[in-house]
C-alpha cells in the first residue's frame, strides 16, 4: 500500500488549496478513504471521509461547509477541496485507509493558512 499526498502549501486567509493523495498496491475502489491533520502539538484528527463508491461523505464540523471530499476511482486518487481557509486550518494534511485490521497513512502534505 502506497498513499502519496500533494497540493499543500503556503496560502493567505480566505484562499483554497486541493490536497489529492494518489493511492496503489490495493484495489483503491473497495476502500473508504479519510484525510486527517495534525497542528503543532495537537494530536491526529479526523477532517473528512468517503465510502468506497464515493456516494455518502463526512466532515468534521470544523470544515463542514468549506471542504469537500471526493475521489476519483478510475485514477485511484481521492481529493480534499478547501475553500475559505482559516488560520486554524493550518496543519499536515494525511490521507489513510484501514485494510484488513491495519491502517496506512501517507507521508503529509503541509498547509499553511497565514498572510
Known amino acids: 500500500v502506497q498513499l502519496v499526498e500533494s497540493g499543500g502549501g503556503l496560502v493567505q486567509p480566505g484562499g483554497s488549496l486541493r490536497l489529492s493523495c494518489a493511492a496503489s498496491?490495493?484495489?483503491?475502489?473497495?476502500?473508504?478513504m479519510s484525510w486527517y491533520r495534525q497542528a503543532p502539538g495537537k494530536e491526529r484528527v479526523l477532517v473528512a471521509h468517503i465510502t468506497s463508491a464515493g456516494g455518502s461523505t463526512n466532515y468534521a464540523d470544523s470544515v463542514k461547509g468549506r471542504f469537500t471530499i471526493s475521489r476519483d476511482n478510475a485514477k485511484n486518487t481521492v481529493y480534499l477541496q478547501m475553500n475559505s481557509l482559516k488560520p486554524e486550518d493550518t496543519a499536515v494534511y494525511f490521507c489513510?485507509?484501514?485494510?484488513?485490521?491495519?491502517?496506512?497513512w501517507g507521508q503529509g502534505t503541509q498547509v499553511t493558512v497565514s498572510s
Open positions: 498496491g490495493f484495489t483503491f475502489s473497495s476502500y473508504v
Open positions: 489513510t485507509l484501514t485494510r484488513a485490521g491495519r491502517r496506512y
